[in-house]
């Protein structure tokens, strides 16, 4: 599903130095892998994120996704593929300020493939369980629940791929796990799910995991079998 | 938008003010321009006439009915009918304004306006009841008056005074005709506080003058009118015997050019006033260009987030350009609004009746809209060229 090779980025400080913060990276995603990305910070993993969710280009190399090559793509064309392939979880959740839960989650189906459709948003909400909370504003709600809408919303346009970018990162353990649920959730129903962490105990739900150090991948290997979702 | 009142009130306010003030302007304009139209029609009657006056042209404008020297006389005006050819035929006019006016113990002090014969059609007057002077009058010297509307009640209450015997001066007048209301002058008098009488009675019987206040040419063509204003000039001063070098003794006025006169003085303060409406609209473009510009730096996360679900640089951009120009828009409908309101205020205070001209609504919602798309599109695009990656970090 996801194949990258050589990637790199540079960064331009603001005195003009450039700074690596990918090098060289080459790996495969297969679809329906549940894969974890950790490092230290700074290590390289959001921008390798950023490439991923086709936020940002590459300085050189290839990204394809479902084989196709992403590198020159367009913003309209790039734009299209976040609409409809894609679905970001934050670890700020970013949610809309005094906008409902309901009106978050159907922002990107202005964007995307069908009409806004407030059953659909209703539904994805009751996925998430939290159905009785579609009305009720963003700064209403607990930090679980903030990014269980935000699920709610990257999957409101039925993405194959979802990138969550340290999601529990702003959650205490128990609302960490119940987001995490979530994620394995969508993981078992086919969903290709990539996850940037720094937490153990989130990489462990994840079937494999690469790790970067210095922006360079230093390790690539598949985790003790993946975290039972009974366990919860 | 709806997030932050305060603000999009702000961005409202330019614009609902320049807007405002040009619905008003454009309003009172158009009621004093007609208003004064009205007045002029009522004073001078039909437009295809030259006024000449007796003295040299100092009171410019306005027809001075007093102090009338002794200059034109009955010759001059059968002189200018017969023989200019581009006139038509002339109206004259002696008057007086000191005479009393009386039946049986009632009095009233009119204008009394020695009239010929035409007069009625010169100035486009009607009749309420009766008679006009008829050109046998005119022959005969007869002792015949139409009274204008305001003088009929007074002198006779609810009485018909048709065929009643009035006294001018000492003089006993039978009552023709009465004359429908005209309504105000120019200068806001009535018109109808008159009696109208014979030319030839008033010259010989009552005010023993020869001379005219005033003789009102009718054009063939009011089209070449210049070319009738010159024969008629040559043609008297050529029987008043003025030198080259002199002045003339008369005044010809034609209504065509004190109406361009006055209407081009309307049109300028309106461009005045205009010019002032257009600087507040374009103070309020760049509040709106201001504030949307804070906006956006605030929205960055927003910005963000709407790319990250799949907005395009496109999408963002419109998102902002149809907020600004909505936001003006809004504006503008409340400034019509407002115009409005005021519109019948001066209007009231002016005692005319309000009148909005429907026009400026599909153009003022046009120029709002306009505006919010002029200075919105700057901050739209600075919208659409935030970059995702800096703006979702946390």
């Not at chain 2, 158009?30 to 004064?36: D, G, L, Q, S, V």
């Not at chain 2, 049986?104 to 009766?130: M, T, Y």
């Not at chain 2, 009118?225 to 003339?248: C, F, G, P, V």
């Amino acid at each position: 599903m996801i194949e990258v090779t050589r990637l790199s980025k540079i960064y331009q400080r603001d005195d003009g130095t450039p700074v690596a913060a990918l090098k060289d990276i080459s790996f495969t995603v297969e679809k329906g892998e549940f894969l974890t990305i950790r490092g230290p910070s700074g290590s390289g993993k959001s921008s390798l994120l950023n490439i991923l969710g086709c936020l940002d280009n590459p300085t050189s190399g290839t990204y394809r996704l479902n084989g196709e090559e992403l590198s020159a793509y367009s913003d309209k064309q790039l734009s299209y593929i976040r609409a409809w392939k894609i679905g970001f979880v934050f670890q700020s959740f970013n949610l809309m300020p005094r906008t409902t839960a309901l009106e978050n989650v159907e922002i990107p189906m202005i964007y995307g493939p069908g009409r806004v459709d407030r059953k659909k948003a209703f539904a994805a909400l009751e996925r998430v369980g939290l159905g009785g909370r579609a009305y009720h504003f963003g700064t209403e709600l607990s930090g679980g629940e903030q990014q269980r809408v935000a699920i709610a919303r990257a999957l409101i346009n039925d993405p194959p791929l979802i990138l969550a970018d340290e999601p529990t990162g702003n959650l205490d353990s128990a609302a960490g796990a119940k987001v995490m649920g979530t994620l394995s959730q969508l993981h078992q129903e086919g969903r290709t799910v990539v996850l940037v962490t720094h937490d153990d105990a989130v990489a462990a739900y994840a079937e494999r995991e690469i790790l970067f150090k210095d922006a360079v991948l230093v390790c690539d290997r598949k985790t003790s079998v993946g975290h039972p979702v009974a366990a919860l | 938008m709806s997030r932050n009142r305060l603000r999009t009130f702000l961005m409202m306010l330019g614009v609902m003010i320049g807007i405002c003030s040009l619905t008003i302007l454009d309003s009172v304009g158009e009621n004093t321009r007609r208003e004064t139209m009205k007045r002029f029609k009522n004073m001078i009657g039909t437009f295809d006439t030259v006024i000449i006056r007796p003295g040299a042209g100092k009171t410019r404008g306005m027809v001075s009915l007093t102090n009338v020297p002794p200059a034109l006389k009955f010759d001059d005006a059968q002189a200018l009918a017969q023989e200019i050819p581009e006139v038509r035929q002339v109206a004259l006019l002696q008057n007086a304004f000191d005479i009393d006016v009386k039946y049986k113990d009632r009095s009233a002090s009119p204008a009394i306006f020695g009239v010929s014969a035409n007069w009625l059609d010169l100035r486009g007057d009607e009749l309420a009841s009766g008679d006009f002077i008829s050109p046998d009058d005119i022959q005969s010297l007869a002792r015949v008056a139409v009274l204008g509307s305001n003088v009929a009640p007074e002198l006779f209450a609810s009485d018909d005074p048709l065929g009643k015997t009035i006294r001018i001066g000492d003089v006993p007048f039978q009552v023709k005709g009465v004359l429908q209301s005209r309504g105000a002058g120019p200068g806001g008098a009535s018109l109808d506080d008159l009696v109208l009488i014979p030319v030839t009675t008033a010259s010989k019987r009552l005010f023993n003058r020869d001379f005219l206040t005033m003789v009102i040419a009718q054009l063939r063509d009011p089209v070449k009118s210049e070319a009738a204003i010159a024969k008629i000039t040559a043609l008297l001063r050529q029987r008043h015997h003025i030198a080259a070098s002199a002045l003339d003794d008369f005044t010809l006025t034609s209504p065509q050019a004190v109406m361009a006169q006055v209407t081009q003085m309307g049109s300028i303060l309106s461009t005045i006033l205009k010019g002032i409406a257009a600087i507040a609209m374009f103070i309020g473009g760049a509040v709106i260009m201001s504030l949307m510009l804070i906006s956006v730096s605030e929205r960055r996360k927003e910005i963000g987030l709407r790319r990250s679900v799949g907005a395009r640089r496109r999408d963002i951009l419109l998102q902002f350009i149809l907020e600004a120009s909505l936001v003006s828009t809004f504006g503008g409908v409340i400034g019509v609004a407002l115009g409005l309101a005021g519109t019948n205020l001066v209007a009231r205070m002016q005692h005319l009746p309000p009148i909005f001209v429907w026009q400026s609504l599909e153009w003022t919602t046009a120029l709002s809209t306009g505006l919010g798309l002029v200075f919105g599109i700057y901050p739209a695009w600075r919208a659409a060229q935030v970059d995702p990656v800096k703006a979702l970090r946390t």
